[in-house]
């Protein structure tokens, strides 16, 4: 028996069905609807056969909004129109034929395979690199070991400026109570570079004879004023000792503290084992610079002979890291030659003066021909002002004339409390001769990190370039 009325044909599970309350429209309630005058298959006489109360609970049942129940087994004829969704036939029609394979040139269609899940990669296990070979650089899939530096202070603050020590923005950071900090001045510095070349570290001790042929160019006054700069600017001990072989007037260039003189160390030497044993027998300055003075009285005094000298700095080199040696005039005396055995370092004091330039030109000639040429090239010469004013030497070609000879040469201008030859303090200078001692200093603490004891060797040749300030 046929059946010429239409079989609803089941809408795709991506469907959407029409809403319960929309009445469907009357060409898909007609194609739904079969003909009266036509007669049923055993399964539609069999479903007719179901009692009334059934019935009507499957007309009062609401459809579903979305089809989730799985395609009947039955097919649907072919070519049997379906339900008419509400956007029409022409959209839903791209839902009924599935769309032909990709044609690939030069290979046949295949059926069209699931595409595989991608499974998360293993991880790796990385490898010791090999020995004597760097590890690889850091990429992003393979990130690069953690920094392991130890935490310092750039880690942990901002940077800031270091507040002024000098002039009008010192008093401006005073004034505010160091709220507003304008910072270094270009001298400011330029001093705290020098003094960080003042404090190099020794290694071991270091000895500075200051020498000079002609008297009364300022050898004595350099040397308590050189050593002073170096006691107040470092925090090591130094001392200053007088070698001159006959009356020396070094310990009368800061305040006496005791009656002692070289002599008298030399007699206790036995009972000297810690520091505070020798200090009996030094005066200090406010600059914390030690001098160890010779005897004044003429009635008592015995020429300072070379053994003299080396059995007392034998005694302060154990104490002392900086050790002065305020030199007599003379180079012939027995002393001398122990100084000069002895020093690490000279520094050659002249006036700008015909008469003192050639001593100190004639002092440098003996000392090469002694076979100190190692000193010269390690050697400093200071041209001293002892008069205010300038005078008719051409300062640039005397200075030129030393530089090609030594390490450095370096010009103190005159200074008023320095010509009274009396106690020298550092406080009473002027600023421009204080700076001119503390570039001295830096100067002369330039050959420490390279002094190790007794220098064996020039650390230049006297062709080289010295430094002139």
């Known amino acids: 028996m046929t059946n010429n009325s239409a079989t609803p044909r089941p809408a795709a599970p991506w469907v959407a069905q029409p809403h319960p309350d929309t009445p469907l429209d009357a060409e898909a309630q007609d194609g739904a609807a079969p003909d009266a005058g036509q007669e049923h298959e055993p399964a539609a006489e069999h479903a007719d056969g179901q009692d009334a109360p059934a019935r009507a609970g499957e007309a009062s049942r609401p459809p579903l909004r979305l089809a989730n129940s799985p395609a009947p087994s039955t097919p649907a004829p072919a070519g049997a129109p379906g339900p008419v969704p509400p956007w029409g036939r022409g959209a839903a029609a791209q839902f009924d034929t599935p769309p032909p394979p990709k044609q690939t040139s030069g290979r046949r269609p295949t059926e069209q395979q699931p595409r595989p899940v991608d499974a998360p990669p293993a991880r790796r296990t990385q490898l010791p690199p090999p020995a004597g070979q760097l590890p690889p650089p850091a990429t992003a899939e393979q990130p690069g070991p953690r920094h392991s530096g130890e935490i310092n202070r750039d880690m942990l603050f901002r940077p800031t400026k ?49 020498l000079s042929l002609k008297g009364g160019v300022g050898k004595t006054t350099t040397t308590v004023s050189l050593g002073s700069t170096f006691a107040a600017l470092r925090g090591d001990h130094v001392v ?25 160390l030399l007699h206790d030497q036995q009972r000297i084992h810690r520091y505070s044993d020798v200090r009996a027998f030094t005066s200090q300055a406010p600059s914390r610079l030690e001098v160890l003075a010779s005897e004044r009285d003429p009635h008592k005094a015995e020429a300072f002979s070379e053994t003299d000298y080396r059995e007392a700095v034998a005694i302060l080199d154990n104490f002392y890291n900086l050790i002065l040696t305020d030199c007599g005039t003379g180079l012939t005396h027995s002393a001398m030659r122990g100084v000069l055995d002895t020093a690490d370092a000279l520094v050659l004091v002249s006036s700008p003066a015909l008469d003192g330039a050639q001593s100190a030109d004639a002092t440098l000639n003996w000392l090469t021909a002694q076979g100190y040429a190692h000193l010269v090239e390690r050697t400093v010469v200071v041209i001293s002002s002892a008069r205010p004013g300038s005078s008719g030497i051409n300062m640039d070609e005397l200075v030129e004339h030393f530089a090609s000879e030594v390490r ?29 001692f503390v570039d001295l200093a830096a100067l002369v603490a330039d050959d420490f990190p390279d002094a190790a004891g007794r220098h064996h060797g020039p650390i230049r040749s006297r062709a080289g370039s010295p430094g002139v300030v």
């Open 162 to 210: 270091r507040p002024p020590a000098s002039g009008w923005r010192r008093m401006v950071h005073r004034m505010s109570g160091g709220g507003v900090n304008p910072g270094e001045s270009r001298d400011d510095v330029r001093r705290r570079h020098l003094v960080e070349r003042v404090n190099q570290p020794i290694r071991g001790d270091y000895k500075i004879a200051v």
């Open 408 to 436: 450095a040469v370096k010009v103190i201008p005159f200074d008023t409390h320095l010509a009274e030859g009396s106690e020298v303090d550092l406080d009473r200078m002027s600023p421009t001769t204080r700076d001119a």
């Open 240 to 264: 200053a000792i007088d070698a001159n072989p006959d009356l020396g007037t070094l310990g009368g260039r800061i305040p006496s503290q005791t009656p002692a003189t070289v002599r008298d």
